[in-house]
């Protein structure tokens, strides 16, 4: 998953996630970490089209790596800290 292209995306995608508030500008100075950020958000931070964020967007949602939030008629998305360390703790273990 991270030694492809697509790997290195979502990769980013979480790293950014980690500290959004560092990496996006909060318009109404909301806790983007509590909050989410939106696909466009992420798309326009990475230079890539909306559609190829929200796809990479998909993937690690269905993986359980993120979390979603809906208000009004945007997603936003943010980390689900827990899970990623339990998938961290299967790669440290050798599966």
Same mark, same amino acid.
């Given at each position: 998953?991270?030694?492809? +292209?697509?790997? $290195? *995306?979502?990769?980013?995608?979480?790293?950014?996630?980690?500290?959004?508030? @560092?990496?996006?500008?909060? +318009?109404? $100075? &909301?806790?983007?970490?509590?909050?989410? *950020?939106?696909?466009?958000?992420?798309?326009?931070?990475?230079? *890539?089209? $909306?559609?190829? @964020?929200? @796809?990479?967007?998909?993937?690690?949602?269905?993986?359980?790596?993120? $979390?979603? =939030?809906?208000?009004?008629? &945007?997603?936003?998305? =943010?980390?689900?800290?827990?899970?990623?360390?339990?998938? @961290?703790? *299967?790669?440290?273990?050798?599966?």
């Amino acid at each position: 998953m991270t030694g492809t +292209p697509s790997g $290195r *995306v979502r990769q980013t995608i979480l790293e950014l996630l980690k500290d959004p508030s @560092a990496h996006f500008p909060a +318009p109404y $100075r &909301r806790d983007l970490a509590e909050t989410g *950020v939106t696909a466009r958000a992420l798309a326009a931070r990475l230079g *890539v089209p $909306r559609r190829t @964020a929200l @796809a990479h967007l998909d993937f690690l949602t269905r993986l359980g790596l993120l $979390r979603t =939030r809906r208000t009004c008629w &945007r997603t936003r998305y =943010r980390r689900d800290e827990i899970r990623i360390a339990e998938v @961290a703790r *299967v790669f440290e273990k050798g599966w």
